[in-house]
């Protein structure tokens, strides 16, 4: 239902303008307050790259955190990561990650980056709290928010914005009627805006999510995704049928498709319950990182990877490496 009315498919949005004035106006506050300096941002001794998007759900944002990670680890810098963690309830924050810490503590996304990476990763619901933390644990050149554009507190160097090039902004209204976190005009201020799938507008980025082979939670064997029979699919993000549709294209026709809340946690009852011993349960990397502790040996993941056009991806990486290694 909730598509159908952010969507525009539905009137009912209607009922809902009211709520989404009162948000609207609650968001331009904010943003003004600390435009005109009636609040202070906190500066981070280290370059900080925003990696966030305008609209509530899934629009590909980790992958693209994830990749620019990776490419920047490539050029022989060290980033960090931090996060608001999504999903998670830590005894106490900031929280940093390592091999033992649970997706119940720093929510799944968290998790995800820090075990495909190997870069530190901090936890807060106070951005700033999770980079000195960061900052104290060892040497980093530059600090990637995942997600964090609304959270003006934390001053930014950089801001990369990810679209879903197929809904795109939906109706166009601010929460809840619509998807809308900032109006689209808020693009303009932004250094880059990034178009998971669909059509890439003049001055995007466009960004397709490349599928790997299928891994097994349980064991790490790796195999074609379309050997696997008898599929059954699962989904907990935060816009599943990308997911279904990814398997389709991989010659994937599912017995069954089983969409959940994005960052639902799971319990291992639940989960042996979705498919048979003579059935694969395939589910997402987000959804792997939850049920790696209690997982099945028929039970399988797929991981995609962010792919980025040459001249446009080195072009912004070029200019995130020479704020890097820029004097502050």
Known sequence: MIERIWSGKSPLYLLLLPFSFLYGLVSKLIRLSYVLGWRKAW?????VVVVGNLTAGGNGKTPVAIWLVEALQQRG???????????????????????????REAGDEPVLIYQRTGAPVAVSPVRREAVQALLEQGDIDIVITDDGLQHYALARDIEIVVVDGTRRFGNG???????MRERAARLKSVDAVITNGGEAKAGEIPMTLAPGDAVNIKTGETRPASTLTQVVAMAGIGHPPRFFTTLKQQGITPVKEIAFADHQNYSEAQLHALAGPYQTLLMTEKDAVKARPFAAGNWWYLPVDASLPDPQAS?????????CRSPR
Do not use: E, F, Q
């Open 43 to 47: 500066r981070s001794p280290v370059p």
């Open 77 to 103: 810098l060290r980033p960090g990561v931090v996060s608001r963690g999504y999903g998670g309830k830590a005894a106490r924050y900031p929280l940093l990650l390592n091999t033992r810490t649970t997706t």
């Open 173 to 179: 209204w601010w929460l809840p009627a619509g998807p």
């Open 315 to 323: 072009a912004l990486l070029d200019s995130i490496t020479r704020i």
